[in-house]
């Protein structure tokens, strides 16, 4: 989960993200944004993906239309409070309203199977695909991208991941790695941050709660080298901090903290020194650096 670079496409657009150091990508119209995992590239559909901005790169399968219909489903589906498992399930959540682990632990367990569910949907695609199937795995991935989505608001809901101020939380299948942000707001995941229920959800954490609310919400949103591996750094140790929020394994603990260490590296011994005392800021005057 990290920063992606920026995107050298038109109005260079950077963006944040989490994965190990993904390529950037050019899309439509995405502003330049620090990364907080990988920033994504932009795509062959025209889609930017920049490290300013954590994310991985996307299709330009975003126009103005389609993301409002999103934005509008996202809002509807906001309203709708009753749990997956439907009234029998909201009056056991009511019943042990005074036992949030319990709860959350139901949410994660719903949520890990769908992400089971989805894992075999793609296996079956690829082995399709390699029998010359072309229309049944496509299918197969259509399926797929769909559990991809409710996986994502499962994931909000269930580790309470602040995403108020993200346009939007969106899977697409042409983002590399685990995904980037933009300084639009936009949040696009790819595949690789649906490995396990945790891991999705760290990687939302560090895509929203700390590129999007902790660095474009303050107007920290750098995309020099400098600036894009201090916010990459930032990130990174977010989801360190968070690892028994999220329940991160040993293994995905151990891959966090090499990408923490990466990207530390690619920081100057004063930035390094910023970065260990907690400050995640460029001195005046250096924001491009």
């Known amino acids: 989960m990290s920063l992606f670079d920026v995107l050298p496409e038109k109005k260079p657009a950077p963006w944040h993200g989490h994965g190990p150091l993904a390529p950037q990508l050019p899309g439509p119209d995405l502003e330049s944004i620090p990364q907080n ?12 993906v920049n490290s300013s901005v954590q994310a991985h790169p996307f299709s330009g399968m975003y126009d103005d239309g389609v993301t409002k219909k999103k934005d509008e489903d996202h809002k509807a589906d906001a309203t709708d409070t009753t ?18 682990d319990k709860i959350k632990k139901r949410k994660v367990k719903e949520l890990q199977k769908i992400i089971d569910q989805l894992h075999k949907l793609d296996k ?20 797929s991208a769909a559990l991809k989505e409710q996986a994502i608001d499962k994931a909000i809901d269930a580790y309470d991941i602040d995403v108020s101020n993200a346009k939007f939380v969106d899977y697409d299948a042409n983002t590399s790695g685990e995904g980037g942000a933009n300084k639009k707001g936009e949040i696009r995941l790819g595949d690789d941050a649906f490995k396990s229920a945790s891991w999705l ?10 590129h999007i609310n902790q660095q474009l919400q ?24 968070n690892a028994k929020r999220f329940g ?25 020194d910023r970065a260990k005392a907690g400050d995640y800021t460029m001195k005046a005057g250096e924001e491009l650096l």
């Open 37 to 48: 995992r990988p920033v994504l590239p932009p795509t062959s559909a025209g889609a930017v």
């Open 124 to 143: 079956q695609a690829a082995k399709l695909e390699k029998q010359g199937k072309a229309d049944e795995a496509e299918a197969q991935r259509q399926a």
């Open 248 to 272: 991160t394994s040993r293994k995905n603990l151990k891959d966090l903290k090499g990408r923490r260490k990466s990207h530390m590296a690619d920081l100057s011994e004063d930035y390094q």
């Open 83 to 100: 749990p997956a498992g439907g009234p029998d399930q909201a009056a056991d959540d009511e019943k042990h309203k005074n036992n949030p």
């Open 201 to 210: 959800g760290s990687t939302i954490g560090h895509e929203s709660e700390i």
């Open 218 to 241: 303050k107007g920290n949103w750098y995309t020099g080298p400098q600036g894009t591996a201090l916010q990459e750094v930032q990130a990174y140790q977010y989801e360190i901090d």
